[in-house]
T-cell receptor, first 113, second 117 residues
Framework: AQSVTQLDSQVPVFEEAPVELRCNYS??????LFWYVQYPNQGLQLLLK??????LVESINGFEAEFNKSQTSFHLRKPSVHISDTAEYFC???????????FGAGTRLFVKA | EAQVTQNPRYLITVTGKKLTVTCSQN?????MSWYRQDPGLGLRQIYY???????DKGDVPEGYKVSRKEKRNFPLILESPSPNQTSLYFC????????????????FGPGTRLTVT
């Protein structure tokens, strides 16, 4: 069965420290990969996506994610977090030829001053 | 402003009382979807629609119905709600229903928090 695993349910980190949120998916076929962010009491919004080409993708607010096909991973990283990055982050996978998007359980990032 | 709207935002109801949660998008998107969000489970897809009059089950369709009579609207219907349907519900839309992957980005509504007692 297709699945997405986010290895950490909660990640507490101090402001200006680096962070990595891990995501693995189960598949041997081509995929499209997404990270969505949910701020408190809001809907989800796209943070970044991998469709094809360069395996390293970046967002406008300093996050980046690297697609690793051999390890079926799409980990999200930021070299220096801010208080405003406190949110829940969801990894999502859409398999080529399909219409369904599968989400991970989410990782709650909590940035402390 | 491009957006997905849902109504109501909050709803408390009793077991067995039929309810409808509306969803509307103003981006002329083909693809629309309903998810429920539960702690520790992330988002699970209930139903999705690739276009008008074309719908299909997601991973957790039991107890829900949908319809897609117009491109912009995709209501979620609970014919006989039960307490296990207490959850946070999100509607989403995207331009791509199976064509260009660059259109697969989903736009989410603000959510509807449903409590069934």
């Amino acid at each position: 069965a297709q699945s997405v695993t986010q290895l950490d349910s909660q990640v507490p980190v101090f402001e200006e420290a680096p962070v990595e949120l891990r995501c693995n998916y189960s598949s041997s076929v081509s995929v499209y990969l997404f990270w969505y962010v949910q701020y408190p009491n809001q809907g989800l919004q796209l943070l970044l996506k991998y469709l094809s080409g360069s395996t390293l993708v970046e967002s406008i607010n300093g996050f980046e994610a690297e697609f690793n096909k051999s390890q079926t991973s799409f980990h999200l990283r930021k070299p220096s977090v801010h208080i405003s990055d406190t949110a829940e982050y969801f990894c999502a996978v859409r398999y080529t030829g399909g219409f369904k998007t599968i989400f991970g359980a989410g990782t709650r990032l909590f940035v402390k001053a | 402003e491009a957006q997905v709207t849902q109504n109501p935002r909050y709803l408390i109801t009793v077991t067995g009382k039929k309810l409808t949660v509306t969803c509307s998008q103003n981006m002329n998107h083909e693809y629309m979807s309903w998810y429920r969000q539960d702690p520790g489970l992330g988002l699970r897809q209930i139903y999705y629609s690739m276009n008008v009059e074309v719908t299909d089950k997601g991973d957790v369709p039991e107890g829900y119905k949908v319809s897609r009579k117009e491109k912009r609207n995709f209501p979620l219907i609970l014919e006989s709600p039960s307490p296990n349907q207490t959850s946070l519900y999100f509607c989403a839309s995207s331009a791509g229903g199976g064509t260009s992957p660059s259109l697969y980005e989903q736009y989410f509504g603000p959510g509807t928090r449903l409590t069934v007692t």
